[in-house]
């Protein structure tokens, strides 16, 4: 069965910091990745996916990840955060007979 | 174009009563999905729906728990003499096409349910 792993449970940076968050999954085929971002009091919302080709993805509000095979990595990026990034993403992978299987997510705040 | 509906957004039961969540799919997709976020995890996944077809319930709870996704209508995750450990915030998702391994699924804003 597939599993995804998120490194960090809470993440502080202050605005304007670079941002990277960890995501690993465990499958040794195909795999579709995805991250989602839920706002405070939001619901779930698609930032980024990747399903083939250029494995450097870009997302919405300045978002990027970057699928490295050898690694089973996804790991999500954002040069300089804002004080709105404050939320909580969640990485998801689809691969074979398993649905869409989340990471536990990391809570991310910025202080201004 | 409205987006995944689900209500309540918020249900509070008592122990041994029953909890109906309804989700709305977003117009055009036929395929839902339903997940369970409990306190500090990720999502996991329920159950998986079409039109009056339950196609894979792998992650539904073997007692209890029901899904259904009728011709007209909602589609309904029922949960029967619930306990405190129901509690949690339960996910709707859906997708346009066919296999679940190829769409990306969009996201209801959840039911809160406590359970008292």
């Known amino acids: 069965a597939q599993s995804v792993s998120q490194h960090n449970h809470h993440v502080i940076l202050s605005e304007a910091a670079s941002l990277e968050l960890g995501c690993n999954y465990s499958?040794?085929?195909?795999?579709?990745l995805f991250w989602y971002v839920q706002y405070p009091g939001q619901h779930l919302q698609l930032l980024l996916k990747?399903?083939?080709?250029?494995?450097l993805v870009k997302g919405i509000k300045g978002f990027e990840a970057e699928f490295i095979k050898s690694k089973f990595s996804f790991n999500l990026r954002k040069p300089s955060v804002q004080w709105s990034d404050t939320a909580e993403y969640f990485c998801a992978v689809i691969g074979g007979a398993d649905g869409l299987t989340f990471g536990k997510g990391t809570h991310l705040i910025i202080q201004p | 174009n409205a987006g995944v509906m689900q209500n309540p957004r918020h249900l509070v039961r008592r122990r041994g009563q029953e909890a109906r969540l309804r989700c709305s799919p977003m117009k055009g997709h036929s395929h839902v999905y339903w997940y369970r976020q409990l306190p500090e995890e990720g999502l996991k996944f329920m159950v998986y729906l079409q039109k009056e077809n339950i196609i894979d319930e792998s992650g539904m709870p073997k007692e209890r728990f029901s899904a259904e996704f009728p011709k007209e209508g909602p589609s309904i995750l029922r949960i029967q003499q619930v306990v405190r450990g129901d509690s949690a915030a339960y996910f709707c998702?859906?997708?346009?096409?066919?296999?679940?391994?190829?769409?990306?699924?969009?996201f209801g804003p959840g039911t809160r349910l406590t359970v008292l």
């Open positions: 990747y399903f083939s080709g250029d494995p």
């Open positions: 499958y040794g085929g195909t795999v579709n």
């Open positions: 998702a859906s997708s346009p096409l066919s296999g679940r391994a190829a769409d990306t699924q969009y």
